[in-house]
């Protein structure tokens, strides 16, 4: 099993920027992906960005696209993500996750809160 373990977030301005992590323990071997989802009071969960874990490639949510970007760092065994030009509606609480080559994502961190102040 895999064990995630987030850190950072807090309190910005709009404008403002601010890094999450997720570092993983456990069976990171079995790694295929990870990814940053969020939720903001009252609504779903949404997808932010997901990214390949060997590969390195990337995608994300059109609403973050250009501000936000997702990294991971191997040889920590830990995921990313850089929040630059935030938003006020960017306020929520992440989610890091992992996911195998056969499985969704089944795998949460904690949550990190986001608030972005106007």
């Known amino acids: 099993q895999v064990q995630l373990v987030q850190s950072g977030g807090g309190l910005a301005q709009a404008g403002g920027s601010l890094r999450l992590s997720c570092a993983a323990s456990?069976?990171?071997?079995?790694?295929?992906?990870m990814a940053w989802f969020r939720q903001a009071p009252g609504q779903e969960r949404e997808f932010v960005a997901a990214?390949?874990?060997?590969?390195?490639?990337?995608y994300s949510a059109d609403s973050v696209k250009g501000r936000f970007t997702i990294s991971r760092d191997n040889a920590k065994n830990t995921l990313y993500l850089q929040m630059s030009g935030l938003k006020p509606e960017d306020t929520a609480v992440y989610y890091c996750?992992?996911?195998?080559?056969?499985?969704?994502?089944?795998?949460w961190g904690q949550g990190s809160q986001v608030t972005v102040s106007s």
């Open positions: 996750a992992s996911r195998t080559d056969d499985t969704d994502y089944n795998t």
């Open positions: 456990g069976r990171t071997d079995s790694i295929f992906a």
């Open positions: 990214i390949n874990w060997s590969a390195g490639l990337s």
